[in-house]
């Protein structure tokens, strides 16, 4: 980094609002959370961005890491990385291309202590402090949260081969270790860092896991999703147990496109229950209750390049933007309270009390309920 960009960057952390791991003085925060699943289209980045979205109105510091090379939290989040021509001619009389913003590719490149300080950009969404929480605001008024994301791109995916075992502590040295003696990590900046991950059991997949203390498991209640459950729990815990990171723990599994009228789901939810009760360690994993649809307003919000919040003040979309708000909302205090947030139960309050009676069941539990009964 040039001195002007140095100097740039130290003020847009200076205004950053400090995290309550900061103002509580604690200074090993298990606060980074991956959202993982073996079997690829749960809707990892949807939940993600919901979460993100939630984080924001409860007035906290969240960062995004795009884990996946396809890019898709990148460009959910208004972030897409694009290449950009460098004023250099390559071999052959081509113009040699660069990205125009830094990315996980150097992150990962650097190898450095705390150099996700570096290289979060924040995400240009918008929201009205003086709107109403019901209607897209801040749940406390005139306080709305940060949230920042480093993107990446397709080059992501080829950049672990002929890594060694050392090479897979990359991220974990960036996000976890300050920069410098008696520094902040960059972790520790932000109350929740969410991971969207890619599928598969790739050492990328090995290298997040790596940087993360806490995993989500995201599936559909359909015979290859509940399949994926013990696949996606033996991965982590042969990088908790094999791969040198023994503070990575599970914390919940979301079903998502849940249909709580499904025969098929029922069936393979009850069956789980079944394993989980007969003792089979294989799928023991904390069911959570609040449950994701399917809704065409996460597509639309993604397409439009803004958080789904952002429709709670339309009439056509409203009923199921404010469905799948209180669903990211009701995950996200959920996360927060199984990570130690100082926060998470003043927050949780404050939302019961916001929603009132038009709590959707789907943010309760109630439908997960009534269709697993």
Known sequence: MTEVETDERAEVIAQLPPSAWIRDGINDPKNSVAILGKKGGPGKTSLTQLIADAGVRLGLNILALDGDPQGNLSI?????????????????????????RDTMVEVLEADTDGV?????QLVPWTYNAAAEFQRGGPLIPGRLGTLAIVPTHNPMEDISRGWNFSDLNRLDKALNNPSKPQGIAPNRRWDLVLGDMLPGGSDLARAFLKAMRRYIVLTTAEPFGMNAIANTLTF????????????????????????PQSRVANAEIADLRAQQDSGNEAVKIEVWKPRV?????????QGYRVPVSRFLTERQDRGAAAELCQVGEALLLKTLDKIGHPDAKELE???LKAWGTDLSPWATGAIAEKGDL
């Open 116 to 120: 996700i300080d570096e290289a979060f």
């Open 236 to 259: 982590a815990r042969d990088v908790r147990d094999n791969w040198g990171n023994p503070e990575l723990e599970d914390i919940g599994l979301v079903f998502t496109s849940y249909r």
């Open 349 to 351: 309050e404050r939302w």
């Open 76 to 100: 959910a989040l208004d972030s897409q990385v694009k290449l950009v021509p460098t004023g250099k001619i390559g071999l052959g009389g081509k113009q040699v291309m660069e990205p125009d």
């Open 293 to 301: 649809s399917s809704r065409t307003v996460v597509p639309l919000a």
